[in-house]
């Protein structure tokens, strides 16, 4: 079995190890997360204006203009 004395130091030792990367990941997330949130959302929003567009065109609603 391993001393006392061992076991803290392997504790501290992966505990540590763990915090860094959780810092890397989470800085990493922040800095990617929200440019993928935006680009999701201008994809969805730019499908859903083509379709109104289109509805309204055909429902003759507007017309076209050139």
Given at each position: ?66
């Amino acid at each position: 079995m391993l001393e006392e004395s061992a076991i803290r130091f392997s504790t501290a030792i992966g505990l540590t190890i763990a915090a860094v990367s959780t810092r890397f990941t989470g800085r990493a997330t922040n800095r990617t997360g929200p440019f993928r949130k935006v680009e999701e959302w201008r994809v969805h929003r730019e499908l859903q204006l083509g379709a109104l567009a289109v509805f309204a065109l055909v429902s003759g609603s507007i017309g076209a203009t050139s």
